[in-house]
């Protein structure tokens, strides 16, 4: 908001030429106050040349030649009134005549200029939802983010006078809530930063409160022998601290060593979420240590007040999340699975139970395919939701899946269904898929195939930026199952995938009542996955590489490996004549008449045709056995070997010949020719 705040000033100034053009606005923000600062700001903007487009000139004169009503209207509007007929000029556009103002305009006074600013900033600052607030008089009322105290405004040492907020402008300030009893008369607008930090114990600029918090969160730690974490909360958790103090002081709290008996995520949430203390742990381990540290808005020589007062705040919560944790362990999560008949995933696709016979029928499928063990599949499938009615989860939604594990674990339930629950919110899988990991994997693919078949099924597919079920998410999810599982050497090989995607959204449109999926929904999720990876792999690599590859829709584990392979391809010499051949060929077998049938060699007589046959009988089978190895770079390489025949042929052979035998013999030499080099990629695709 502060910077927000800034620009807006500074954008109104710019605009009315009351700034250097080396000028920059500093943005200063507490949870008291916002500012700017922006130095060479002039008293008064030079004079400026103007040229102001008025209407068409058969509407601003009369028969006359005289001013018409409809513009002496406009030039009021303009403040222009005091123009002649004689002073306005007359301009073709190249249709018809316009009249245009024209001459020297004053230049902006700042006291003028710096109102329309103020005003500017503060109705588009990005406030949510405003409040409205009586002033002093008890009549009039205001709307703002909060009640607004004062109005400081200054140029040099001079106060300029403003109104906002049902506040006057003057050079008054105030300090720390608790720190500096007086008020602050600011001096000049350059002493505004030093005074508030010196004499009013504030610190304005939030870059350097979170500076300071910072140093002294890792001093903190240093002295303890901890750490703050690694996770991404950590630094978001700063930012949102250093918003709320203004003389920000860090203290070490405590808490008894028995709650660390509760799930470590528990104990972080509430520190972190419900309370913005830092969670320190042991550097080596990682393990959650029963110290935290507070970030005060005071400095002060005893700080235990304000220690006991935040450990005894915290002590609650704490006992809270142990009697959650406790009461949840008396009821297995199996025994919770009937309770999810009561829990509406949607209203046109059932309760989150009906969601869960869904995910386990694409599971047993998926556990039979892939070889995984079946039953522990489905076990997971089956305790996959049953966190959800728990008394944790209702606290802290955010560790749905998370307390899965940990009360699959006090049942005695197989570690991979208890990893599976675990792990299935997360928003990729990272690494390659092993024995211990392949629950884990089909849970989480399964999972968002059921999600993406069902919610587009019922035409909540994505529109623009709303996406309410992570839709984009999920498919970015299916590519990474899929990447991983090959990786793990699951899916089988280039030759033959032992899962494609295709399949997979017809197996998850089978656990669905009859009518809910149709074809194309199934054909739309498709392309949609695979959009989402072209908009994925755009970013890191050549467009048409990515479109050559896709647009065979390969199966996805081996999209990477196929956009490498033709990558490489594309750097070769002989790659853009075989591409250019390739699209060529393309266009002539979409233009024929009649679909390319068997060739018959017999037919071949021109030396040229009869050179691409033998080179074609030569490489084929050699680029397809290396295809179905997934050697695809190898495979590519070897149709490289075709370039001089591929020339000569089109250098020598006519393809449309007028025999209409010979001609269909030639396409469907060409169609043999096409569909041996198009296997890794569409190669026509690598040229414009």
């Known amino acids: ?6 620009e807006g000033i500074f954008k109104i100034l710019s605009e009315q030429h009351l700034v250097n053009g080396q000028s920059s606005p500093v943005a200063y923000a507490t949870p008291r106050r916002l500012a ?41 509007s303009k403040g222009l009134a005091h123009l002649t007929a004689n002073e306005l000029h007359v301009e073709s556009d190249g249709k018809q005549d316009y009249l245009y103002a024209k001459g020297m305009a004053t230049g902006a006074l700042l006291p003028a200029a710096l109102q329309e600013a103020l005003d500017y900033a503060l109705t588009h600052l990005p406030i949510p ?22 109005l400081t405004a ?16 003057g050079r008054q300030s105030t300090g720390h809530r608790f720190m500096c009893d007086a008020p602050l008369s600011i001096r000049s607008a350059d002493s505004y930063v030093e005074q508030l930090e010196t004499e009013g114990k504030v610190i304005a600029s939030f870059d350097k409160r979170r500076e300071l918090i910072s140093k002294q969160l890792a001093a903190q730690c240093q002295a303890l022998n901890a750490g703050l974490g690694n996770d991404p ?76 007062g935040n450990q005894r705040v915290i002590l609650p919560r704490l006992a809270d999340a142990r009697f959650f944790f406790d009461t949840d362990r008396k009821t297995t999560l199996e025994d919770r699975v ?56 209702g606290e802290f939604p955010e560790l749905q899946g998370v307390m899965g594990a940990y009360y699959a674990q006090a049942d005695g339930e197989d570690p991979s269904v208890a990893r599976a629950l675990r792990e299935q919110y997360q928003h990729r899988l990272q690494t390659p898929v092993n024995s211990d990991t392949l629950v884990t994997a089909l849970l989480f693919l399964a999972e968002r195939a059921e999600t993406l078949v069902g919610i587009w099924a019922i035409g909540l597919a994505p529109t623009g930026e709303r996406d309410p079920y992570a839709l984009r998410r999920a498919a970015l999810g299916v590519i990474s199952a899929f990447e991983q599982l090959g990786a793990g050497n699951y899916l089988g ?47 890191g690599h050549e467009r048409n590489v990515v479109e050559a590859v896709l647009a065979l829709q390969p199966p996805l584990q081996q999209v990477q490996a196929r956009i ?104 469907a030499l060409l169609g043999k020719l096409h569909q041996t080099m198009n296997q890794v990629a569409d190669l026509s695709r690598l040229v414009a």
């Open 36 to 76: 700017v600062y922006i130095d060479d700001v002039k008293a008064q903007a030079e004079d400026q040349a103007f040229s102001d487009k008025l209407m068409p000139a058969k509407i601003g004169f009369d028969a006359n030649g005289n001013i018409s009503p409809a513009l002496a209207k406009r030039l009021e």
């Open 129 to 150: 939802k405003l409040m409205r607030y009586q002033l002093a008089d008890g009549q009039t009322s205001v709307r703002f983010v909060r009640p607004a105290h004062g």
């Open 564 to 667: 490498e392979a033709c990558a490489s391809f594309a750097s070769l010499p002989e790659a853009e004549s075989l591409a250019s051949a390739n699209k060529r060929i393309s266009n002539l077998l979409r233009r024929a008449d009649t679909q390319s049938g068997e060739l018959n060699s017999a037919l071949l007589t021109e030396p040229a045709e009869l050179e691409l046959d033998r080179v074609i009988r030569e490489l084929s089978p050699e680029a397809s056995a290396q295809f179905a190895r997934g050697e695809f770079s190898a495979s590519l390489a070897t149709l490289a070997r075709a370039k001089e025949a591929v020339d000569r042929f089109f250098n020598e052979v006519m393809v449309m010949a007028d025999d209409p035998a010979i001609r269909a013999n030639r396409l």
């Open 233 to 308: 909360e950590v630094p978001e958790l700063l930012d949102e601290v250093t918003a709320l103090v203004e003389h920000p002081t860090v203290y070490v709290g405590e808490f008894d060593s028995d709650f660390l008996q509760i799930p470590s995520e528990c104990l972080i949430l509430t520190m972190r979420l419900n309370q913005r203390y830092f969670p320190l742990f042991n550097p080596e381990t990682y393990s959650l240590s029963n110290k935290f540290l507070i970030v005060s808005n005071m400095q002060v020589d005893d700080p235990s007040d304000i220690i006991e």
């Open 493 to 539: 090989d280039a030759g033959e995938s032992k899962l494609q995607l295709s399949e997979l959204l017809s197996i998850a449109a089978q656990t669905f009542e009859a009518g809910v999926v149709n074809d194309d929904t199934l054909n739309a999720v498709r392309i949609f996955i695979y959009e989402r990876y072209r908009n994925q792999l755009v970013s």
């Open 154 to 169: 200054l140029w040099g040492r001079d106060v300029i006078a403003l109104q906002a907020l049902g506040l006057t402008s």
């Open 1 to 6: 908001m502060g910077q927000a705040f800034a």
């Open 338 to 393: 009937a309770s999810l008949e009561s829990s509406v995933y949607h209203n046109k696709l059932g309760s989150q139970r009906e969601r869960v016979e869904r995910i386990r029928k694409i599971i047993r499928a998926l556990a039979e395919r892939l070889g995984a063990n079946i039953e522990l599949a489905d076990r997971a499938a089956l305790l996959a939701k049953a966190d959800l009615n728990t008394n944790m989860v």
